[in-house]
Structures are given as C-alpha cells and as structure tokens.
C-alpha cells in the first residue's frame, strides 16, 4: 500500500512523464534510460543488472569474441519466431567498452533485432539490454560468465571450449578455479586441457615418474 508521499511522487512522476510524448524518438530513449539508470542507483536491487533494463542501437551492440556456444538453424528460427510473437522477454547482457555494449549473453537475440526486418522495424534499431556488474569487468570474469550463462542452453564446441580453458590458464586461473566458474567437474576441465595438446597447460601439475621416459641401454 503506498502512502500519501509515495501517491504524490508517482503523480509528479505522471506528469513529467506526460512531457515525454513531446520529444523526439531517440531523444525519449535517451532520457528513459536515464531515468532508468538515476532509479537503478537508489534500488534495494541494485547489485543485480536485470534491475536496470536499457534500450541501446543494434549498431552500438557488438559480438564478443570467445563465445563457443552455437544455435542450429531450427532453433535459431525459432527464437525469431518468439521476439517476433512475444517480444523481447530477455535482456541480452553485456559490458561497456569504449562506449560500445559487448555481449556477454545474447548474441543470437541481438542478431534478431539487428537482422530480422519485423523485429527492427518494431523496437525502431533498439534492443533491451542490461549491464554487468563492474566488478565482473575483467576478461576472464566476462569469459566465466558468458559461459555460465550459455552451458545450459546451447551446445558449446569441443574446440572452441578448449581454447576458452586454454585462455584462462594463461591468465594464472588454477583448474579448480576454472571448474568452480564455468561449472565443470575437474575431469573435464583436465579432457579440455588434454585436446589443446599444449605442454605449458600441464606447467603447475605434479606427475610421477611413470610419465618420465627411461633411456634404454
């Protein structure tokens, strides 16, 4: 139940809101995301990005450039025809970077908004998108998270997953680290590192001398 000052604050807000039918399209976005953004500061939720939902250009979303998941044709068809019927029910998540939003989950529904003639004409070239949490900025946090986002849904290439356990060795991530934040059990995390075939991901593991060849006389 709202109280007489919370009722007075929502009328104000009614008639401020009233004036926005009086600017511009792509104006009346920009400052309905910040308005957005003022009301995320001061929310109990504010730790959780889906509290903050902004409309972006397709053109300022870009890919980013490790994801192994993959969508088949069908489903891919099939994600159109949803926005398409439903609209967007999902946010696509991303970071900032040099003024440009990065995909950390969304690709194939940002695809839709950029490509699918329909779906742009009605969203005006905007897709809904939410920001990650600032702290989660590092490569290899946004690696880790677009993977936990996408491990259920899709399916990730042996290859390209490989080379994801391959990156973040390189960055000093330990491998129960790497099971612990991609949600994988310690075998498989030792099968990707097997596939890469590359020495330098085995530099921190201990071997017995059953690995060492023995010279023969």
């Known amino acids: 139940m709202l109280t007489p000052l919370s009722l007075r604050v929502v009328a104000v807000l009614r008639m401020l809101c009233a004036q926005l039918y009086k600017l511009p399209l792509d104006e009346r976005v920009e400052l309905l995301n910040a308005l957005r953004t003022v009301l995320h500061a001061h929310s109990p939720f504010a730790d959780d990005p889906v509290d903050c939902v902004l409309w972006v250009k397709t053109e300022s979303v870009v890919a980013n450039d490790y994801n192994p998941n993959t969508v088949a044709p069908p489903e891919m068809r099939l994600l159109e025809h949803s926005i398409t019927q439903d609209g967007y029910t999902q946010p696509i998540v991303s970071y900032v970077e040099d003024e440009t939003y990065v995909v950390v989950d969304g690709f194939h529904r940002h695809r839709v908004g950029a490509q699918h003639p329909a779906v742009r004409r009605r969203l005006h070239g905007y897709v809904p998108i939410t920001i990650i949490n600032q702290d989660r900025t590092d490569r290899g946090d946004r690696i880790a998270a677009t993977i936990r986002h996408n491990r259920a849904r899709g399916k990730h290439q042996v290859a390209a997953m490989s080379e994801i356990v391959q990156e973040l060795t390189r960055r000093q991530w330990s491998e129960e ?22 020495a330098e991901l085995f530099a921190d593991r201990e ?3 059953a690995w060492e060849g023995t010279r023969q006389e």
Do not use: C, N, P, W
């Open 177 to 198: 680290k790497i099971a612990r934040e991609l949600g994988m059990d310690a075998d498989e995390v030792l099968r990707l590192k097997q596939i890469t075939g590359l």
């Open 207 to 209: 071997f017995s001398d």
